[in-house]
């Protein structure tokens, strides 16, 4: 098991930057897949970002060349910076681990709130 706490959420304003944190504790960080989902109001949760222990990398198409996905083995922790915000980035984002890219993460952090008005 590993636990997840995410930070660096808020307010920010349309075209603005943001860089959320998760910072993972436990056993075998480099092991496992890393990723970043988000809710919006009234909406499902879905997928932004992983990045797998070689390095693979996914976003979603709605957030590609805008968001980075990125981690650092030496500190356990995986950053999601996103820049150019909108206000459909509006959602509560979720860091998660898991085993495979093919399969949902199997651990979820608490969430951050992140929303994107003027």
């Known amino acids: 098991q590993v636990q997840l706490v995410e930070s660096g959420g808020g307010l920010v304003q349309p075209g603005g930057s943001m860089r959320l944190s998760c910072a993972a504790s436990?056993?075998?960080?480099?092991?496992?897949?890393m990723g970043w989902y988000r809710q919006a109001p009234e909406k499902q949760r879905e997928l932004v970002a992983t990045?797998?222990?070689?390095?693979?990398?996914n976003y979603a198409d709605s957030v590609k060349g805008r968001f980075t996905i990125s981690r650092d083995s030496t500190k356990s922790t995986v950053y999601l910076q996103m820049n150019s915000l909108k206000p459909e980035d509006t959602a509560v984002y979720y860091c998660?681990?898991?085993?495979?890219?093919?399969?949902?993460?199997?651990?979820w952090g608490q969430g951050t709130q992140v929303t994107v008005s003027s």
């Open positions: 436990g056993s075998s960080f480099s092991t496992y897949v």
């Open positions: 990045i797998a222990r070689g390095g693979t990398i």
């Open positions: 998660t681990a898991g085993s495979s890219s093919s399969r949902p993460p199997t651990n």
